[in-house]
């Protein structure tokens, strides 16, 4: 016994472009209907109007295209990967951003590579992060608890989204950066095999010793004065933004230390950052900057390029990036470009704090 099926693909607007007759034998007609589960699930997806209704149907598109893929569907059948690449697009760029699925991909990433062969125990809690999702994940390896909070970038978008925008190699960059200096919790990118492959979330193992800025009015006012002009430094020459107190404060020994943060675009970093106080969203911060004069604040950013070794490392990280294509360079062409753009980047990075450095006011 044998079905014919009429492939008939459309475009988004639900213009077709081209049909192809499909014979199946009797022994793929289940498949056949776990296809047409998948169909109708992504139809739902897509119709739904109501959150839940989106999720539920997303999840069992997910389950029904995990059984299709387990099978050799679409290699007896090939005209059907047009049609699935279509389909599932929104569906893993709705789902990529949801806890399960960073949890899944977590458990992927930290059993199968980081911590491959030494049966690692894993747990979550949920966490709250604002329009973006994220878990924190403790993975413990021969009675050693290690902590990471994982989440979406910024450019993946809110996790009710079900689009994305591109990925940002600065952004990625920059944590890195932070972590080279000292600054920044140490980072790990988790790519999601479970979902889909163009995201990557930012794995930050948990700091201890880390007290948020508005935990610290007890701390030497010299201290936070210099803590301050420093995260003000990295947030202008950077281009950091949401710097709320939150996400920067101090550690033990009340060095500077930046959890998160967000990509913006400041002109003019160096008038920025000897002679404007807001780019900080903390007013003890911007009271604390407006008492600190343009001499003050150039000395210690002079004192910081040198103590962190700022121009090296720039170098360094640029290099290590390039190590990480693997996981960055998925679709080659469009690597290459956000490549190109990172360079740029970190170019005029080195330029504006090299002019800074040799200012003399």
């Not at 996790?159 to 200096?181: M, P, T, V």
Request: charged fraction near 25%; proline fraction near 3%; charge should be negative.
């Amino acid at each position: 016994m044998e079905i014919d099926l009429l492939l008939i693909l459309k475009d988004r607007d639900g213009e077709p472009h081209c049909q192809k007759p499909v014979t199946f034998s009797d022994e793929k007609h289940s498949q056949l209907d776990i296809w047409n589960a998948y169909a109708n699930r992504v139809e739902v997806f897509k119709n739904a109007q109501i959150s839940e209704t989106r999720k539920d149907s997303a999840e069992n598109a997910q389950r029904f295209y995990d059984k299709l893929l387990g099978s050799s569907f679409f290699t007896v059948y090939p005209n059907f990967d047009i049609a699935v690449t279509k389909l599932h697009k929104p569906i893993s760029k709705y789902l990529d951003k949801h806890t399960r699925w960073i949890q899944n991909a977590a458990k992927n990433f930290f059993a199968l590579s980081m911590f491959k062969g030494q049966n690692p125990e894993i747990e979550f809690e949920e966490t709250n992060d604002g329009s973006r999702s994220a878990v924190i994940c403790k993975v413990t390896v021969n009675s050693i608890t290690h902590k990471y909070r994982i989440k979406t970038n910024h450019n993946a978008g809110e996790s009710g989204q079900a689009i994305r925008w591109n990925r940002d190699l600065i952004e990625f960059y920059c944590y890195k950066f932070l972590e080279s200096i000292g600054l920044g919790p140490k980072v790990v990118f988790i790519p999601n095999i479970v979902a889909s492959k163009p995201i990557l979330y930012i794995g930050s193992e948990w700091l201890g010793h880390f007290r948020s800025f508005n935990s610290t009015e007890q701390v030497n006012t010299t201290e936070v004065t210099r803590t301050v002009v420093q995260i003000h430094f990295l947030a202008v020459f950077l281009s950091l933004g949401d710097m709320h107190e939150e996400n920067f404060g101090m550690n033990a020994n009340s060095d500077p230390i930046i959890l998160d943060f967000m990509m913006s675009n400041y002109g003019d970093p160096q008038h920025k950052f000897l002679h404007e106080n807001k780019i900080i969203n903390s007013m003890r911060a911007r009271d604390i900057l407006e008492n600190c004069d343009s001499t003050v604040r150039l000395q210690i950013a002079k004192d910081a390029i040198q103590n962190w070794n700022l121009m090296e490392k720039l170098s360094e990280v640029l290099e290590l990036m390039n190590e990480e294509k693997e996981n960055f360079g998925r679709d080659k062409l469009d690597f290459d470009k956000q490549a190109r753009d990172l360079e740029e980047y970190v170019e005029r990075v080195r330029s504006n704090i090299q002019n800074l450095y040799h200012s003399t006011m």
